[in-house]
């Protein structure tokens, strides 16, 4: 099992920059995928970001220039830099850890941006 627990979320006024952070505990294995969803209110949960293991990486086209996702893998930790935020940016995030056929999911962070 893993544990995802997110972070950094709050409250913004457009254009300003916030990073969440996603820590991993449990039985984590070297070979993972790590992404950040989001889902707004009344709308589906859509992906934002993901990262392999090799470091690749793809963005969701509406956030790309915008948001950076990092991980550390000596804490095990995973990172969103949002920058540049938009009202239209509000929502739940969510960390997600893909490891072999099983998928785990954070408790999700709200932020919110003020126009």
């Known amino acids: 099992q893993v544990q995802l627990v997110e972070s950094g979320g709050g409250l913004v006024q457009a254009g300003g920059s916030l990073r969440l952070s996603c820590v991993a505990s449990?039985?984590?294995?070297?070979?993972?995928?790590v992404g950040w969803y989001r889902q707004a209110p009344g709308k589906q949960r859509e992906p934002l970001a993901t990262?392999?293991?090799?470091?690749?990486?793809n963005y969701l086209y509406s956030v790309k220039g915008r948001f950076t996702i990092s991980r550390d893998n000596a804490k095990n930790t995973v990172y969103l830099q949002m920058n540049n935020l938009k009202p239209e940016d509000t929502a739940v995030y969510y960390c997600?850890?893909?490891?072999?056929?099983?998928?785990?999911w954070g408790q999700g962070t709200q932020v919110t941006v003020s126009s």
């Open positions: 449990g039985s984590i294995s070297s070979i993972n995928d």
């Open positions: 997600v850890l893909t490891q072999g056929p099983h998928m785990y």
């Open positions: 990262m392999t293991s090799a470091g690749r990486t």
